[in-house]
């Protein structure tokens, strides 16, 4: 699995409040979420009057489509002419899921496949240890 994050830092120009500009930022997060279904907050910035760092992030299996996803959301957020984009950042961070699998048509001895998940680990172990 992979996890997507970007923030990007706007400066609203006309808001003379912090009213203001959190109207214009959740402008900016309600588009970004209808349109590229992203996770989207304001995750810095929230007592200033005219800026605002905002955070997105999205999951996949590829990275590279799961970029150019974020990468166009970052470009809208300059279209949308609400605010002034001062910088931006993404960055990818694979999470470290097994993709290996007992063959089609095996199973365990609870008749489930088993998943080599690094939480699911010695579960079984630590499970009887606690429960003695």
Do not use: Y
Request: net charge negative.
């Amino acid at each position: 699995m992979i996890v997507g994050a970007a923030v990007i830092e706007i400066h609203v120009h006309e808001s003379q409040s912090l009213k203001a500009k959190r109207g214009v930022v959740r402008s900016i997060a309600g588009r970004l979420r209808n349109r590229f279904n992203v996770s989207v907050s304001e995750v810095g910035g929230q007592g200033t009057w005219q800026r605002a760092v905002i955070g997105l992030s999205m999951t996949g299996c590829d990275e590279i489509p799961l970029r150019r996803a974020l990468e166009k959301a970052v470009r809208s957020v300059d279209a949308m002419h609400l605010a002034e984009v001062l910088g931006s950042e993404i960055e990818m961070v694979r999470l470290p899921i097994s993709e290996t699998r007992l063959p089609a048509g095996e199973f365990d001895e609870a008749g489930d496949q088993e998943d080599d998940l690094p939480w699911a680990r010695d579960l079984g172990e630590r499970g009887m240890e606690e429960g003695e």
